[in-house]
């Protein structure tokens, strides 16, 4: 399994264990991709993983730039178009999985990232 895959587990393990429902995992279009789409309630939540070892450098989430998050928009519009979900209410969030700052990943949500 390649890192970025790991993470990406990690990060659906978690959402699942606080109360998220995952609806799709590497949704691709000719747009972009997501890396999870997840639901809890009425909140629809499409997710960016990004897994480092550390935070030597920069944080993980700075990895995703004004061009990474209108991708991840425009790649939303179609799920949303496609999809049709039920749901009130929409958000972009980013999970940080860091892979060397514990024994186990330690995972960092910024809900509502942008």
């Keep these: 399994m390649t890192t970025g895959a790991s993470g990406e ?3 659906a393990t978690f959402l699942e264990a606080n109360g998220y429902t ?7 279009c000719r747009y972009g991709e ?3 789409i997840v639901q809890k309630g009425q ?8 897994t480092r ?5 920069a944080p993980a989430a700075a990895a995703v730039h004004a061009s990474k998050q ?10 949303i ?3 049709e979900p039920t749901v009130l209410d ?3 969030d980013v999970i940080e999985v860091y892979t060397n700052l514990a024994p186990q990943h330690t995972i960092h949500m910024i809900e509502d990232a942008f």
């Design 43 to 50: 909140l629809l939540s499409f997710v960016e993983v990004k």
């Design 22 to 28: 995952v609806l799709a995992r590497n949704y691709r």
């Design 90 to 92: 929409y958000r972009f």
């Design 34 to 36: 997501i890396d999870l």
């Design 70 to 79: 209108a991708r991840i928009r425009k790649t939303a519009e179609l799920y």
């Design 9 to 11: 587990a990690s990060a």
């Design 81 to 83: 178009a496609e999809e």
């Design 53 to 57: 070892r550390d935070t030597r450098f």
